[in-house]
């Protein structure tokens, strides 16, 4: 597998995890405690992808791991806020 | 300066990094930013109660007709309205704001079943729906449709009777409207004579003159508007903030490609789709109220 390829497949790995926490955010839009554990969910699964795409390209500092914890971080805060209101 | 000001919003092509509104320190503010937003609105209700709330406009005969509909659709009979269980639920409503809590059971451990027996409605089964902060009466059906155990009540063939509380005030400081939803079967089938001549569901939409009077009566009553909407507000928030950042992102990508620049960043591509992911929640997921 080349490089192009690597990404591409990493890449399409998100969107299909993004895509899925979409639909599961759908499927239990009235149950608030469901939404707020998948929610917690899709932030890991994002930091830890960003994590682990920057490691298999060689690329990971600790700035970069920061950055996908801080929006992982910051999105879970928004619809946290959002369904606690 | 202006050109040391652009690079607030576009990466720079010299120290190869993101906009300023990008960098990790203004990441961090917006985090800190969205943690005060939520402290403002649980405390503000404390000393401006009823300025914040979530508005409404919801009538107790949209939500019998609706209700009814789908029994309709699951072959089930229509229920009928009884007076002493929306009286039961009249007094459940108030009883939530008086003493400001949204249960089933109140913290002094009265039961939904002691309103009713309250009103001399002898039953043989009774059940009950709540919801809260929603926009619409058909909102509140569908809610109640989509949770398994409000739909197990919703559509029970074992029940007979229905009575409908929706009743606006202060709870916790937000203004809003408490929706009670009682259902019942009459331990004595002659119970049932003084709603033997009840209009169906379809006949209710065409002739709201023959609505039983309760439906009637609190239709007036079932609106608030409060100063402050928190469903509108946080959609907006939604999308302002949502909007400035997907902004941000996209400025990202085009500069950094127009000018050649290699930063050494996470994805902006991906921080855009879960971004993307984010607003969506906000928009179309994210439910417009609470049920019990």
Known sequence: MNDKERHLLHYLILVLGLILFALLLIFFKHNTLIQLLVTGLCSVFYASWGIMHHAVENRLTKAIAFEYILIGGFVFLVIFTALNL | ??????????????????????????????????????????????????????????????????????????????????????????????DMFANGYWAHVSPDGTEPWDF??????????????????????????????????????????????????????VLDGYETTLVVQFFGTPRNPSYLAAVDTEPTAAQVVKNPVELPSVLNSSLPKASTVPTIDIAFLSRTFAVVFGGYLGLLLLLDIWYSKLKGIPKFTGHTFAHFAFLLLAVFGMWFALAPGKIL
Not at chain 2, 41 to 46: D, L, Q, S, V, Y
Not at chain 2, 143 to 165: C, F, I, M
């Open chain 2, 116 to 169: 009713i027996l309250a009103q001399n409605y002898d039953y043989s089964r009774a059940g009950e729906n709540l919801a809260k902060n929603f926009n619409s009466s058909k909102e509140v059906v569908e809610a109640w449709y989509q949770s398994p155990s409000h739909r197990e009540n919703l559509l029970n063939k074992n029940y007979t009777d229905v009575g409908y509380a929706v009743v606006d005030g």
């Open chain 2, 1 to 94: 300066m202006p050109a040391q000001f652009i690079y607030h919003f576009l990466p720079h092509p010299h120290k190869k990094e993101r906009a300023k509104l990008l960098s990790h320190k203004a990441l961090s503010v917006y985090c800190l930013a969205v943690l005060v937003l939520f402290a403002f609105f649980k405390i503000a209700p404390r000393f401006l109660p009823g300025v914040l709330g979530y508005a409404s406009n919801i009538n107790t005969k949209d939500l019998f007709v609706y209700a009814n509909k789908e029994r309709g659709k699951a072959g089930l009979n229509d229920l009928k309205i009884n007076d002493s269980l929306s009286k039961a639920a009249q007094n459940k409503a108030k």
